[in-house]
């Protein structure tokens, strides 16, 4: 089945850039998503990116998609103590309205 | 986008008993969508509930543990059944609206049973 895998955990210092990684195996979905999670909050749409492209840009937000090696990234430029988070990827299951998350990065931005 | 909203947003209930959990969009639309997120983990999707049909459960959650109901297209519940210790977790719904297969998330029910 589809498998979405994402680093647990990444800390860095406020001010710094943060490279949040999603790789996947099913290569089929139009579009894949991130998503943010604060403490005791639902998900929270960051940002998507279309499967025909490379790169999409949204202010701070910065989303690479390597198709070749079914990777995703997540730039958040000039990281922020509210960016504290945890992040999903996501991404829709092949032929089905179904999504199929990563793991979830737990961001950490030290002061 | 979709402006969705949930009841409770959390609970502390006792073995055996059941919640049934409220999800509120503002807008009508046809897929709506309950998942679990236990402790530390990901978001796992436990049914599919469309209006006027029978919700479509995934492997694993079966109609008598989690009975949903899709009145109308603006408004859905989830039942936990005859709770357990295991049965803690958070409960999202969430629904797919616009042109870019995207899904909207409520802000999630905190359940801990006890």
């Known amino acids: 089945g589809e498998d979405v895998e994402q680093s647990l955990f990444l800390s860095v210092r406020e001010g710094d850039s943060s490279v949040i990684n999603c790789t996947y195996t099913?290569?089929?979905?139009?579009?894949l998503y991130w998503y943010k999670q604060e403490p005791g909050a639902g998900l929270q749409l960051l940002t998507y990116i279309f499967s025909n492209m490379d790169m999409k840009q949204d202010q701070r937000l910065t989303v690479l998609l390597n198709k070749k090696d079914k990777h995703l990234s997540l730039r958040i430029a000039d990281t922020q103590t509210g960016d504290s988070a945890i992040y999903f990827c996501a991404l829709r299951s092949s032929g089905t309205y179904k999504y199929i998350f990563g793991t979830g990065t737990r961001l950490k931005v030290l002061a | 986008s979709a402006v969705i909203s949930q009841k409770p947003s959390r609970d502390i209930c006792q073995r055996g008993t059941s919640l049934t959990i409220q999800c509120q969009v503002d807008s009508q639309v046809t897929m709506m969508f309950w998942y679990r997120q236990q402790p530390g983990q990901s978001l796992t999707l436990i049914a599919t509930?469309?209006?006027?049909?029978?919700?479509?459960?995934e492997s694993g959650f079966v109609i008598d543990k989690f009975p949903i109901s899709r009145p109308n297209l603006t408004f859905s519940t989830l039942t936990v059944s005859n709770m357990s210790p295991e049965d803690s977790s958070i409960y999202l719904c969430?629904?797919?609206?616009?042109?870019?297969?995207?899904?909207?998330f409520g802000p999630g029910t905190r359940l801990t049973v006890l």
């Open positions: 099913d290569s089929s979905s139009t579009y």
């Open positions: 969430s629904v797919e609206t616009g042109s870019t297969d995207t899904q909207y």
């Open positions: 509930a469309n209006q006027g049909s029978e919700a479509t459960y």
